[in-house]
């Protein structure tokens, strides 16, 4: 495990602590034990608070600190999966040594920034013949699996447009990212999720057109530099027909800490025939104890996402899609591993690559958005806002236009 900050508290954490206590099985590749054995960070002290304070265990666990802590923990033989949980801007390094000593990966989102980065994980996936995969568990929130279960049955028919926000309260800008937040936004962090959904659920014979970006600056750090408070994304897709669907995305880090929705997300999206309207605060409970909320207890709490439960048979769990893609992706390397003989691992290792959910292969679009967005961004810093990215464009893959500049950038040559 290389970074143990807020989101493996929240849902790697809990999957090791039970995988290491039950195991996982299923009757395509059997019984099948977990064990968490090396940490990487970079200053020690998350992880060393993670073992004075985990469940009491046998199961030995090093913890390896600094610029070679990775190298250290790939020394050891009896690593499989390498899990990548640092900061947005440093899934690469990481991702690209653990494929090369041969790892299969799980990279939090979004995988990596730039396509260049993506097509060197692909060809180092291909050439160690690894699992290289992205966390993007919003796809497995009940409610997305439903709209997406409409569209492939054909219940929503052709979508149009659509709006996403996501808001993070200030306590995420302001304390819990201060070590990495310079120069960083809150889209790439969190709108990824909302691209990724729209990339995956609607995926027809359209094609990825433009993108542009604009934002506010001035509450986390200086109103003229490159780190943003708040962002304003359109992606537009085009259909064959000359149709074209646009999504509206906002994001932002620096809403009110006592804000109910302490993580404030809704979708809309509408269609030839429909229009499906999800708004987290409106789907489930609402809560208040005096003393304890808005934390430790949420006004508006995500029980899909993440929930501690006394179940009904006694025991105490924790459950909720943010664990459950964790432990999908463990099953999919122990199918590649254990589901079959040694000559045809080639061919199990080919089918789980092929699930588009979360395979490097497939991250093309998001992270040709993330590229784009971030380069619309970095003009506005240097005083040219309104800025567009064209895609698979004459001139190249990516191609930035911006306003008073004759010639276009090229950001990616290839084709996306
Ligand atoms: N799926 C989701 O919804 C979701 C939610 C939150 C975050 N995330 C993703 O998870 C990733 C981490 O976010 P977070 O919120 O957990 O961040 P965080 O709380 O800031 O923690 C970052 C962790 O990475 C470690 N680290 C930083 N640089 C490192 C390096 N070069 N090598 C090894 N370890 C390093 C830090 O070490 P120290 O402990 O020593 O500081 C810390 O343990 C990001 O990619 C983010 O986008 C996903």
Not at 175 to 186: H, K, L, M, V, Y
Request: glycine share 8%; hydrophobic share 35%.
């Amino acid at each position: 495990m290389v970074g143990l900050g807020m989101i493996f508290d929240e849902t790697y954490r809990p999957f090791f602590e039970r995988a290491q206590e039950e195991g996982i099985y299923r009757k395509s590749f059997g019984p099948t034990s977990i064990e968490l054995g090396g940490i990487v960070t970079r200053t020690g002290h998350r992880a060393a608070r993670y073992l004075a304070n985990r469940p009491k265990t046998d199961i030995p666990c090093d913890s390896f600190v600094g610029e070679h802590g990775l190298s250290e923990l790939l020394q050891q033989t009896d690593i499989n999966v390498v899990c990548v949980a640092t900061p947005d801007d440093r899934h690469f390094d990481v991702s690209i040594q653990a494929i090369r000593s041969g790892k299969h990966v799980l990279i939090e989102k979004p995988s990596v920034l730039t396509l260049v980065q993506l097509d060197q994980l692909q060809a180092a996936a291909e050439k160690h013949q690894v699992l290289v995969k992205v966390v993007y568990h919003k796809l497995l929130d009940p409610d997305h699996k439903k709209l997406r279960t409409h569209v492939a049955n054909g219940i929503l028919q052709h979508v149009n447009n659509g709006y996403c926000s996501l808001l993070e309260p200030k306590s995420i800008s302001g304390s819990q990212f201060a070590e990495w937040i310079t120069g960083r936004n809150p889209s790439t962090y969190v709108a990824v999720h909302y691209i990724k959904l729209i990339d995956f659920t609607f995926h027809t014979d359209w094609q990825l057109h433009r993108i542009t970006a604009t934002g506010q600056r001035g509450l986390v750090d200086s109103p003229t530099g490159p780190t943003w408070d708040s962002n304003q994304i359109q992606v537009i897709y085009r259909y064959p027909d000359g149709r074209e669907a646009a999504f509206d995305i906002h994001t932002s880090w620096v809403n009110p800490d006592n804000f109910p929705g302490y993580v404030d997300q809704e979708v809309q999206f509408r269609f030839d025939n429909g229009i499906w309207n999800a708004h987290q605060r409106k789907r489930g409970v609402e809560i208040a104890v005096e003393h304890q909320s808005p934390n430790p207890i949420k006004y508006t709490p995500n029980h899909h996402y993440n929930g501690s439960f006394i179940e009904p048979w006694g025991d105490a769990s924790q459950r909720g899609y943010g664990i459950e893609v964790i432990e999908r992706f463990f099953e999919e390397v122990a199918f590649v591993e254990f589901g079959g003989k040694t000559e045809e691992r080639r061919s199990r290792l080919e089918k789980m690559q092929k699930l588009d959910y979360n395979d490097i292969r497939t991250d093309r679009n998001t992270v040709a958005i993330v590229q784009a967005v971030e380069a619309v961004l970095e003009e506005a810093v240097q005083n040219r806002p309104g800025s567009t990215v064209f895609v698979n464009h004459s001139k190249g893959g990516l191609v930035l236009f911006s306003p008073g500049i004759s010639e276009p950038r090229v950001l990616y040559a290839g084709q996306v």
